[in-house]
């Protein structure tokens, strides 16, 4: 949803989205991504509009958060 909202300029569902990652990722300990998107989220509500490489930044700190739990898993 968050890939969609980014290419369809929708500035306020791409915020809703954020503060919902934002607040999830907080709650389960995954800081990096919660602080990513804390900072996509202020820039929203700032004015600034969406960046192009903001999704290719969330895919990273995800795939970086899901190779840490992979290594607290095994």
Do not use: N, P
């Amino acid at each position: 949803e968050i890939d969609a909202a980014l290419v369809q300029g929708d500035a306020a569902r791409l915020q809703r989205l954020l503060h919902t990652l934002k607040s999830s990722s907080a709650q389960v300990g995954a800081l990096e991504l919660s602080a990513l998107v804390a900072h996509f989220e202020a820039a929203l509500h700032a004015g600034e509009t969406a960046q192009g490489d903001w999704a290719s930044q969330l895919r990273d700190a995800w795939g970086r958060l899901e190779m840490a739990w992979q290594v607290q898993t095994t």
